[in-house]
């Protein structure tokens, strides 16, 4: 079994930036992970990915160039480094561990879900 939670949300400005954390709790965390995101009245959609090694990254076309997905694995942590933040960027973001795929876009390809943070980005 493995635990995610996430942090670092929080509400920023236009333009401005946040870092969000996965932590990982339970086992190793030799597993693909994704982050996903729900505005509000939406459905829940997907923003990135990365691999177990860390060595490939996936973005929706939305975020590309504006965020990056990371991880160190000797902390059981990935992280998501969200830059010039736009007001349609405010959602709560989920990370996601995925135990046989890599880079789904799929919410059900994951096995693992952290409880969600929350981030607002106002205008």
Known sequence: Q?????????LVQAGGSLRLSCAASGRTFSYGVGWFRQAPGKEREFVAAISRSGGVTYYTDSVKGRFTVSRDNAKNTVYLQMNSLKPEDTAIYYCAAAVRVVGSRREYDYDYWGQGTQVTVSS
């Open 2 to 10: 493995v635990q995610l939670v996430e942090s670092g949300g929080g």
